[in-house]
C-alpha cells in the first residue's frame, strides 16, 4: 500500500514539474539550440559525399595536389569540435535551467 502510495505521489510531481514553467522554459531553451545545430551538423556533414559523389565542384585544386574535397573534410573535424565547445558553453545554462526546475521554478 506504501508503494502505491509513493508512485502516485512521484507520478503526480512529474506532471506537476512537466507543466511548470521552469520546465517549459528548459525545454524551449533546449529545442532552440539543439534543432538548429542538429540541421547545420547534418548538412555540412552530408554534403561532402553528395558533392563528391553527384559533381566534380570539390575536384578542383586548392594548394599543390590538395583538393578542396580534402579541405572540406577536415573542416568537419573543425565543425564538430567547434560544436562541442558550443554546446559544452551551452550547457552550463540548461544546467541552471535544469536546477531552477528541482528546486520548484525558483528564480535566482
Keep these: 500500500m506504501e508503494a502505491r ?5 512521484s507520478e ?3 506532471t506537476s514539474i512537466v507543466h511548470s514553467d521552469a520546465f517549459q522554459k528548459l ?5 532552440k539550440f539543439i ?16 558533392l563528391t559523389s553527384y559533381s566534380t565542384i570539390l575536384n578542383h585544386k586548392f594548394i599543390g ?4 574535397a580534402w579541405v572540406f573534410a577536415f573542416l ?5 569540435w567547434g560544436l562541442c565547445m558550443l554546446y559544452s558553453r551551452k550547457a552550463a545554462k540548461f544546467d541552471k535551467l535544469a ?7 525558483k528564480d535566482e
Design 5 to 9: 502510495k509513493t508512485k502516485m505521489n
Design 12 to 14: 503526480s510531481d512529474y
Design 27 to 31: 525545454l524551449s531553451e533546449k529545442k
Design 35 to 50: 534543432i538548429p545545430i542538429t540541421i547545420f551538423f547534418f548538412c555540412f556533414y552530408f554534403a561532402l559525399p553528395i
Design 65 to 68: 595536389s590538395i583538393t578542396w
Design 76 to 80: 568537419q573535424f573543425i565543425m564538430t
Design 99 to 105: 536546477n531552477d526546475v528541482v528546486e520548484g521554478g
